[in-house]
């Protein structure tokens, strides 16, 4: 991405000079991004949101001088403009995210007067549809003619038992070395987390012997990346998904439409999966690598198949109002 500050990333910048120009203002907060020490993607994430999505698509069309110009009225006016792109109020949310934080550090710096109140748009809280166990035995069988199968084939049903073994996220994911894969103390390695804290999770028996005889296949040397293409180069992060979402259309066919198909979806489901199997969610808020249990709650708390069994079992009125089956009489209606 091109950037509108790249001239301006070797001067100096001026105090009192930051607040009046979008420029200054950006690459100040960009440069206190980096000396937070934070990772280059999620400065790429900020970068990308302020000053392609905000800053050249609303800021200059809309002809604010600058951030201290900025106001309340100007923000409705931003959320108007999303709401007429038809964003989604889930994307619309995750932009107001940065700028928030933008005009926070300009604000907490003296660089501007104001603070404008960067709110988030209330939003329907919707439940991500889980894999059932029969879909998820049709995900996870082995293949009968592994022979025919070409590399990326075999690879993505590996992949498949991987993310529904261990419910890693994406980014987790892709991060993943061959020589973080502990085949001894049965154990996986995660170094790239979001906390940015390394954890160990447990390898299942039959997640081990699907990676030891994957690795026989795959070759290379420890700090390699576990899963590469056909040149054993790491996968990017599109081919994943997409191959993913290749992978569930063929194996569930038009049950595939119902779902996203994504790598979440998968950490979804084998969340909810270890709950309905008699796990306990402080075990599984080890395994998310989620910093509160609340965090992991928003993945079970919905069970909408549990929730009609139990009700079912346990309904106030139905425990007690018995409908006899015979002997009953027909209400008529007198004319």
Known sequence: MKKIISDLKDEKISSSKVGQDWGLAIESFLNHCRAKNLRPRTIEWYQEHIELYFYRDFV??????????????????????????????????????????FFNYLKDMGYIEGKVKVKLLKQDKTIIKTFTAEQVA???????????????????????????????????????????????????????TKNR?????????????????????RGGEPQDSLFCNSYGEPLKKRTIQDRIKFYCQE????????????????????????????????????????????????????????IKSKFAEFSPLDSVISFKQTGRKAIRVKK
């Open 60 to 101: 200059v069309n809309a002809k604010i001088e600058s951030p201290d110009d900025f106001n309340t009225e100007d923000l409705q006016r931003y959320i108007v403009y999303m709401h007429n792109r038809k964003l989604q109020i889930s994307s619309a949310n995750i932009r107001l995210r940065a700028i928030r934080t």
């Open 138 to 192: 049709k995900l996870v069988a082995k293949p009968k003619n592994i022979n025919e199968l070409s590399f990326a084939q075999y690879r993505d049903y590996v992949m498949i038992n991987f993310l529904l073994g261990t419910g890693v996220r994406l980014a987790t994911f892709r991060a993943i070395k061959i020589e973080d894969i502990d085949f001894i103390n049965n154990e996986i390695r995660l170094n790239h």
């Open 197 to 217: 804290e390394q954890y160990i999770i447990p390898l299942s028996l039959s997640l081990g012997k699907i990676l030891q005889e994957y690795l026989k296949i």
């Open 251 to 306: 194996r569930l066919g038009k049950e595939a439409l119902s779902y996203r198909c994504s790598p979440h979806d998968f950490r979804h489901t084998f969340a909810v999966m270890f709950v309905r199997n008699g796990g306990d969610l402080l075990t599984l808020q080890k395994l998310l690598g989620h910093n509160t249990l609340e965090m992991t709650r928003r993945y079970v708390n919905l069970l909408n198949d549990d």
